[in-house]
């Protein structure tokens, strides 16, 4: 097993702690820490033989879209503290019409809503449960009212761990909130925002001896590395040209440009994908940030707002690391409004696919960066879908009836609407208005 080691991701600092450490930032310089390794004995080639193999095994270690490349990620001195529910082994779905809508000869959507609770925040969750387990926890908390507590809440109950979310008083999205309840977590409303609430929480995390989950957790990052991994082994390891994803807290942003890096490093590709980091418009603090020459401290909107919840993030923790990865990737970051993620959204719904809001920023950003031609037409593109379809209905809905308004009360016109029809039992009728 190749050694592991916590290291601080800040140059100036890389200190490096055991790997079993319960530490959340470096407590040198405060910055934040990344899973550090030697590089696996397995020759590249090897590698890709082995994972591809494993797709045959019914083992339930093997059967994981994460664990199947744990070579990747070897955090772990043994795997026996492992709760998978099959997370990852995510789809990729070539869309025509999205691709048009897009300005693209062709477009691939990575769709990570077909994880087991739904969003990608699984692929992470999977292995910060089995580092929560393995440093002995008994306890796992995070501050989310998102995908992130649907997972949590999951992987933990699963693992035999108990789940509390914290969550801002009144500050509720329905469809999550509701896989947290199921799942079984203690979920705690508190009187104070997200910020109050998280030092809260740390504080209690120390006293009371509970394990964070939060996106700052290194673990879930290594977990989100698979998704490129995954998605490299299902294209037979043809980098694109390009991955498109969303910007909230700018984990998934590390957590794939890390992947790359170290898979490049590895020999596992040949080339870095370029990454277009997409933000919503009333929450583009890594936008603003990108605008300037100095980038040394991120512009924080102090009240962001987006119907996009899952990225309605002013001040993410992750992003010198984001920085870092756009950086070296050639990347870029585009921010979008209320009406194209609306629109996009319901193009990617027609295609059959289907998302939450924030996953189709992903699609109004290419839209906008072929339009400026900073996106070719012709490049190999891959879109990440971060959340399933059905994590919020009510936005749907509110979208085809023509009742969706942005954060600021302004009208989202239903362009793409899809109003339901009030009809008499009345056959001929009917036919009338299908036939016509
Ligand atoms: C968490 C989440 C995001 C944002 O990802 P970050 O890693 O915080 O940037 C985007 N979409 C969905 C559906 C999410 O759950």
Redesign the pocket.
């Given at each position: 097993m190749m050694p592991a080691e916590l290291v601080c991701f800040e140059e100036k600092c890389r200190a490096r702690y055991p790997i079993t450490e319960v530490i959340y930032n470096c407590p040198q310089c405060g910055g934040l820490l990344e899973a550090a390794y030697d590089p696996p004995e397995q020759s590249a080639l090897m590698l890709k033989r082995i994972w591809r193999e494993r797709r045959t095994s019914n083992a339930p270690l093997d059967q994981s879209g994460v664990w199947r490349y744990r070579e990747l990620i070897p955090f772990l001195s043994t795997y026996n503290c492992v709760v998978t529910l099959r997370e990852g082994n995510t789809p990729l779905l070539e869309s025509r019409q999205a691709a048009q809508y897009g300005g693209l000869d062709r477009l691939v959507f990575k769709h990570?809503?077909f994880n087991p609770t739904g969003?990608?925040?699984d692929n992470g969750m999977t292995c910060g449960a089995a580092q929560a387990l393995r440093l002995g926890m008994t306890r796992v908390a995070c501050v989310s009212t998102?995908?992130?507590s649907a997972s949590m809440a999951a992987y933990a109950s699963a693992a035999g761990l108990q789940p509390i979310i914290f969550i801002p008083h009144g500050n509720i999205s329905y469809g999550k909130l509701a896989q947290a309840l199921e799942y079984g977590a203690r979920t705690l409303q508190v009187e104070a925002n997200f910020d109050q609430i998280l030092a809260l929480v740390r504080k209690l995390a120390e006293r009371l001896g509970i394990y964070l989950l939060n996106?700052i957790n290194p673990f879930r990052i290594e977990g989100?590395k698979t998704i490129m991994a995954e998605l490299l082994d299902q294209r037979e390891w043809r980098a694109p040209d390009w991955i498109v994803?969303?910007?909230?807290?700018?984990?998934?942003?590390?957590?794939f440009g890390k992947a790359l890096r170290e898979m490049k490093e590895l020999g596992l590709i040949d080339r870095l994908p370029r990454l277009a980091v997409i933000q919503a418009e009333g929450s583009a603090p890594f936008y603003e940030l990108m605008r300037h020459r100095r980038r040394t401290r991120l512009p924080a909107v102090e009240h962001p707002e987006t119907l996009?919840t899952?990225?309605k993030?002013g001040d993410?923790v992750?992003w010198p690391k984001?920085l870092h990865e756009v950086t070296t990737s050639e990347g870029v970051v585009e921010k979008v409004s209320e009406q194209e993620i609306a629109d996009a959204k319901a193009v990617i719904g027609r295609s059959g696919i289907g998302?939450?809001p924030?996953?189709a920023a992903t699609l109004a950003g290419i839209r906008k960066l072929t339009a400026a031609g900073i996106m070719a037409a012709d490049s190999d593109v891959v879109a990440v879908l971060?959340?399933h379809v059905l994590?919020d209905p009510d936005y749907i809905y509110r979208y085809h009836t023509g009742e969706l308004k942005a954060p600021d009360g302004s009208p989202i016109a239903s362009h793409l609407g899809n109003q339901p029809l009030v009809v008499q039992n009345d056959a001929d009728a009917i036919a009338r208005i299908i036939g016509s």
């Amino acid at each position: 097993m190749m050694p592991a080691e916590l290291v601080c991701f800040e140059e100036k600092c890389r200190a490096r702690y055991p790997i079993t450490e319960v530490i959340y930032n470096c407590p040198q310089c405060g910055g934040l820490l990344e899973a550090a390794y030697d590089p696996p004995e397995q020759s590249a080639l090897m590698l890709k033989r082995i994972w591809r193999e494993r797709r045959t095994s019914n083992a339930p270690l093997d059967q994981s879209g994460v664990w199947r490349y744990r070579e990747l990620i070897p955090f772990l001195s043994t795997y026996n503290c492992v709760v998978t529910l099959r997370e990852g082994n995510t789809p990729l779905l070539e869309s025509r019409q999205a691709a048009q809508y897009g300005g693209l000869d062709r477009l691939v959507f990575k769709h990570q809503g077909f994880n087991p609770t739904g969003s990608f925040k699984d692929n992470g969750m999977t292995c910060g449960a089995a580092q929560a387990l393995r440093l002995g926890m008994t306890r796992v908390a995070c501050v989310s009212t998102g995908n992130t507590s649907a997972s949590m809440a999951a992987y933990a109950s699963a693992a035999g761990l108990q789940p509390i979310i914290f969550i801002p008083h009144g500050n509720i999205s329905y469809g999550k909130l509701a896989q947290a309840l199921e799942y079984g977590a203690r979920t705690l409303q508190v009187e104070a925002n997200f910020d109050q609430i998280l030092a809260l929480v740390r504080k209690l995390a120390e006293r009371l001896g509970i394990y964070l989950l939060n996106s700052i957790n290194p673990f879930r990052i290594e977990g989100q590395k698979t998704i490129m991994a995954e998605l490299l082994d299902q294209r037979e390891w043809r980098a694109p040209d390009w991955i498109v994803l969303p910007g909230g807290n700018l984990g998934n942003t590390s957590a794939f440009g890390k992947a790359l890096r170290e898979m490049k490093e590895l020999g596992l590709i040949d080339r870095l994908p370029r990454l277009a980091v997409i933000q919503a418009e009333g929450s583009a603090p890594f936008y603003e940030l990108m605008r300037h020459r100095r980038r040394t401290r991120l512009p924080a909107v102090e009240h962001p707002e987006t119907l996009a919840t899952a990225i309605k993030i002013g001040d993410p923790v992750s992003w010198p690391k984001a920085l870092h990865e756009v950086t070296t990737s050639e990347g870029v970051v585009e921010k979008v409004s209320e009406q194209e993620i609306a629109d996009a959204k319901a193009v990617i719904g027609r295609s059959g696919i289907g998302c939450e809001p924030a996953s189709a920023a992903t699609l109004a950003g290419i839209r906008k960066l072929t339009a400026a031609g900073i996106m070719a037409a012709d490049s190999d593109v891959v879109a990440v879908l971060t959340g399933h379809v059905l994590k919020d209905p009510d936005y749907i809905y509110r979208y085809h009836t023509g009742e969706l308004k942005a954060p600021d009360g302004s009208p989202i016109a239903s362009h793409l609407g899809n109003q339901p029809l009030v009809v008499q039992n009345d056959a001929d009728a009917i036919a009338r208005i299908i036939g016509s």
